[in-house]
C-alpha cells in the first residue's frame, strides 16, 4: 500500500487486506479455537497473547499509513477498531457483504472518522 496514495485508495487497500484474512480459512480456524478456548483460562491467556501480538503488529502498520490523514489519535484508533470489529464480526457469522451497499457505508464511514468529519465515532 503507497502511504503516498489518497485516503480512500489507502484504505480500500487495507480494508481488502484485513478482510482477506479474517475471511480465510486459517483465521475462522482461530475463531473457533477462541471460542473454544475461552472455557479454559490458560488457553485463553495464550490465544489472548497471540491476538495482542497480532493486534499490535496490525497497529504499527495502520499508524504509518493513516496518521499523518488524522490529527487526533484517539479518532485513529476508533477508525481503526471499528474496521476491525467489522471484519471479525462479519468472520465469525461467515458472511461477507464487500459488493454490497453496507460494505461502501463502513469505508466512509471510516474515512469520515480519520478526516474528522465525524466528531463522535458512533454508526447508527
Do not use: H
Amino acid at each position: 500500500i503507497d502511504p503516498d496514495a489518497s485516503l480512500a485508495e489507502k484504505l480500500a487497500r487495507y480494508a481488502d487486506s484485513v478482510l482477506d484474512l479474517y475471511l480465510s480459512g486459517d483465521m475462522l480456524v482461530w475463531f473457533d479455537i477462541l471460542m473454544t478456548a475461552r472455557r479454559d483460562k490458560p488457553s485463553m491467556n495464550q490465544m489472548r497473547a497471540f491476538f495482542n501480538d497480532m493486534d499490535e503488529r496490525g497497529y504499527e502498520l495502520w499508524v504509518r499509513l493513516f496518521a499523518r490523514d488524522c490529527a487526533d489519535r484517539a479518532t485513529l484508533i476508533a477508525a481503526r477498531d471499528v474496521l476491525f470489529n467489522f471484519a471479525a464480526g462479519m468472520a465469525i457469522n461467515r458472511i461477507f457483504v464487500k459488493q454490497e451497499s453496507y460494505w461502501r457505508d463502513m469505508l466512509l464511514f471510516i474515512e469520515q472518522m480519520i478526516e474528522a468529519r465525524i466528531k463522535l465515532p458512533c454508526p447508527s
